[in-house]
């Protein structure tokens, strides 16, 4: 799939940790990749913080409620994720959950 | 499905009955040994899990990891939108549905609560007289998706412009559609070819910020 000289996005190799393509949806799951989005509602809509996260096998979103933004959160940062996840329209989504950020 | 009801009060008793008789899975929560004893005696099929619904601990004695639905229906609004949370955000509940005790509360109760429905009685009921007296007025019935859809209805006035006009004639707007017409006293099936006549009940399902342009169709110039 991946072309020979493309290095994967983040090594998913950090103990503990779940491929995002693996992820099971309602349990709990700790995921690592890098943030490729971010995205966060416009003032007259409910203040709402979304990032999708990339690992070499799949994108995940992240969802934080009542916030605008996120202590260190930052396009590109390796963060770590736990949380409970769904499945809402093909796409693995957290909501509000644990994060930790990676150098 | 399996359902769980939080709130063993009168809403979530009857809750509990109806959805246990058509077959459901009904777990129900309250710290109240004699509200949950109210509801198992008298139906068996029903589970009790006796503890506060918003402890994280008491969801998962009842199950919430597989839940399909869960129902917050108790007295206090509080509480309901705390079950709520934890509801989505710690067991990913695909349907979190809440009751509004105050309707100046209403506001909270959406997806930054992890609530995907809200049911506010009071704001139902002022709904449903309006609806009982109003001819020839907008009114909002039901919302759907967080508000960013709702069932509108409009009793047709003898000055309506939509009178004598086909269904497929009517200048609603595009995200709208007429999924209903009751005349009489009986529901008439919409077609693009029926045509509307005085005093027929015409219930619209459409989205976005549409009243001004459905009321243009349906009710005429103000």
Known sequence: MFGSKKQPVVDTTIAGTTPIADAQPRTTVTITGQVIRMQSRPASDLPTMVISIKDSTGTATATWTGRRSMGGIALGRRIVITGVATHTSGLLTFVNPEYQLLA | MKIIIAGAGSVGRYMAEELSKLGHDIFIVDNDAKAISRVVTNNPRVTSILGDGCEIDTLTKAGAQDADVVAAVTGDDEDNLVISLLAKQEFAVPRVVARVNYPS??????????????????????????????????????????????????????????????????????????????????????????????????????????????????????
């Open chain 2, 105 to 222: 509360n209403e506001w909270m109760f959406n997806d930054m609560w992890g609530v995907d429905v809200s049911v506010s009685t009071p704001h139902l009921l002022t709904a449903l007289v309006e609806e009982a007296v109003a001819v020839g007025s907008l009114v909002k019935l039901l919302s759907l998706e967080h508000g960013k859809a709702g069932l509108n209805e409009v009793t047709l006035a003898p000055d309506s412009p939509a009178i004598g006009s086909t269904i497929a004639n009517l200048k609603l707007p595009r995200e709208s559609a007429v999924v209903a017409v009751i005349r009489d006293g009986h529901v008439v099936v919409p077609a693009l070819d029926t045509v509307l006549h005085a005093g027929d009940e015409v219930l619209v399902l459409a989205t976005g910020d549409v009243e001004a342009e459905l009321g243009r169709a349906l009710i005429g110039p103000k």
